[in-house]
């Protein structure tokens, strides 16, 4: 992408050929100056050379600093270049022109993190010298009025060119750069999320070589993309995204700081996904465990949260009985056999006012008000249960056990109705 100074050079060459559309194809601009120009030009090049990196210097911040060496040595072969380029095109206009040394400057200045500006401008100083030349030589050179419009037009198209080649070097860079960044991620994720957890000081090379400040906390995040697709999330630059991995994950840096909840929402938007809980970074493993855990008691309509982020710190409860589902049912059989022989429907009433009673308290009053029944009907349901479980209510172990088989059937309930 070509950058504002490239646009301006564009625009102010385009407005000198509106009347007359040239194609540097047809080398005519090329062909318009006499055959021996060249020739004349040829001997003067390093003074010419030596007044436009005079004229840049003079005018150009970036290029007027003598402890930066590379900057002076980039202008010196842009300008060296350019000239001995145009030269050659006058002499022989049928010869194609290489751009390679201009997208390898472009390049450069990618690579040293500086930006197009500075070079597009010593680029359009440069221009305006050789025009300034070949005016103050045309009698020497045999230059008409009309040979001096044209190899004006072709000073400026040229440096068009010379711009873009530029510009194509710059985004290549940038774009290799940035993929090479984006491939450091990628293995950062892979070295967090590995087990055994790789070393603290492969992380932290890595993390610098991808340029990832190193948090303190993490939560990581399974993603279920919707059905038909949908767009890829609009993430932070410091949250790690793994969307093309079998199951698509996030890693999110300091997942309780300040905005990150609401901005981890909005982008997210769209997707179905779990929040696993804030741990250090050498667990992020962990937290993606149980987010992924959360995601799969979602699918099955464990945990109801339809839309939005499901965070795991909201449900840690029922994710902690729903870690050893075999212990659980087996528990289950245990603890509610007293029911088994009763109709589904009984059960299902005294189970809800067996953990309502564990979970509110033993007041009929209490446990009416949560179920929305008469404390008439809950004393009844009491006194059943009761005379189903004995001794058993009153011993604090079995009412634990109780409550964790309860809660877990109640959710089950809750998935399949």
Known sequence: MATKEHTRIAAAVSNGRKARSQDLSDQRLWRSAPANAAKLLRPGLAQVAH??????????????????????????????????????????????????????????????????????TALRLGARVAWRRLTEQSEQLGLTPQHLYDL?????????????????GYDEARARAAGEIERRRHRLMDLLLSQPPASPEAIADLAKAAGWRLPRIVAGVALEEPRGGHRP???????????????????????????????????????????????PLSAAATSLRWAREALDLRRRGVLTE??????????????????????????????????AHLRPSQQDRLAETLLAWLRHGRGAGEVAARLHVHPQTVRYRLRQLEELYGDQLSDPDIRFELEIVLRARQSVTAGTG
């Open 306 to 339: 339809r839309r939005g982020l499901l965070r795991c710190s909201d449900h840690m409860a029922t994710l902690i009985v729903f870690k050893d589902e075999e212990l659980v049912s087996a528990l289950t059989e245990v603890r509610l056999a007293p029911l």
């Open 233 to 279: 999330p609009s993430l932070p630059p410091d949250v790690l995204t793994g969307l093309d991995r079998p199951d698509p994950c996030l890693i999110v840096p300091d997942p309780s700081g300040p905005g990150q909840a609401q901005t981890l929402e909005m982008a997210l938007r769209g997707w179905k996904a779990a929040v696993g809980p804030a741990v």
């Open 51 to 120: 007044q436009v990196i005079e004229e840049i210097t003079a005018r150009i911040p970036e290029y007027a600093r003598p402890a930066d060496e590379n900057y002076i040595k980039v202008i010196r072969l842009a300008v060296d270049e350019a000239l001995r380029q145009f030269v050659d095109r006058i002499e022989n206009p049928s010869a194609p022109w290489d751009p390679d040394v201009f997208r390898t400057i472009g390049r450069g200045e990618a690579n040293e993190g500086r930006n197009l500006d500075p070079l597009q």
């Open 152 to 168: 004006g037009e072709a000073i400026f198209v040229y440096l068009d060119q010379l711009a873009d080649a530029a510009a194509e």
